[in-house]
Every structure is written in structure tokens, then in C-alpha cells.
């Protein structure tokens, strides 16, 4: 869902990406943050992200979601992946826009809905999330409101990085009670 591998000095002119290209004012910092590698911390390492306060940026995902969803005719699903570069906010924002991604995810969902009804099948929505409820807040997401209003088909938790011991019986459970 965002971006920001160009962060420690890869060609970051961005030529194939012209929404950072053209509008570096949705980054979420500057190129004033750009430090030597991840030792230089979050910021550092996430300031060519894009940050998901602007409806520009979170209009353009839902410009992809659109687009597999109209170009696959055998697409079963869509995952968003919140967690493979979890920055979506500026730091200290994150609880209080918590509600863009809420309704990113609605809208993702509204798409999903529509070519289900059009295919006469489902076309599923799943999310990838940190490990935990309280991880994901850390980043502005709200899963519980996500399964308590049935925005998603399914929930994957973490990247994987620790196998067989992912604290995932919280987000397992979270998921059972809103089947």
C-alpha cells in the first residue's frame, strides 16, 4: 500500500511514479530527511512514503483496486497489504486518521462489491496487518472496525518474518467473533 524503497538513495527522481514525481508534497517528509540507511531511523526510512492524510493519495489506490478488479476477468481477490511498509501517516497522526483507512477500505470493498455483482461472483477483499490490534493502531489502522462492519473477507497477520511464532491468537480471535 505504500511505497518508500527509493527512501535511502536509489534514483529517487521517481520518473515511473509520477504521483511523487509531480506532488512531493504528499511524501511524508522531505528529501531533508533522507538519511545513509535504517540505522537512521523511521524517518529516514520512510520519508518518500506517501502519506494517506491526502485524498489524492488514497484515491490513486483505489485507482488500482479499480483497475485489477476491471482488467482481471479472472481476478478472485484483492489484497491490500498494510504491513510490508507500515507508515501511512505522519508520526503522532496515526489514531487520528485512523478513520482514512476505515474508509479507504470501505471503498475498496464498494469496488469489490460492484464487480462481484456485475461477474455474478465474489471477488474477495483481504488485508495483510501487523501482529496485533494494538500494532495496528500504532499505525492508523482500525481492524476491529474493518471486521465488526464485514470490509474485509480476510485478515492476514504479519509478513511471515517469524514463523510459528506470530502473536496471532489476538487478531485469530478478533476474526472468529466477526466470523
Known sequence: MNDAHD??????????????????????????????????????????????????????RLWWVRHAARSYPLLAGVELNFFRMPAYFAVGTERANAHLLTQLVRDARAILDAESRERRKPVLLSVRVPDTVEACWAI????????????????????????????????????????
Do not use: N
Not at 527512501?7 to 530527511?33: C, I, N, V
Open 7 to 60: 527512501a535511502f538513495g536509489m534514483p529517487f527522481e521517481w520518473p515511473d511514479y509520477p504521483l511523487k514525481a509531480d506532488h512531493p508534497e504528499l511524501l511524508l517528509g522531505s528529501r531533508e530527511d533522507k538519511g545513509s540507511g535504517p540505522q537512521d531511523g523511521l524517518r529516514a526510512a520512510m520519508w518518500s512514503g506517501l502519506d494517506f492524510a491526502h485524498p489524492t493519495v488514497r484515491e490513486d
Open 140 to 179: 492508523g489502522i482500525d481492524v476491529t472496525a474493518w471486521l465488526s462492519e464485514g470490509l474485509v473477507d480476510r485478515v492476514l497477520s504479519g509478513g511471515g518474518y517469524v514463523c510459528y511464532s506470530t502473536p496471532a491468537r489476538e487478531l485469530i480471535e478478533l476474526g472468529h467473533a466477526h466470523q
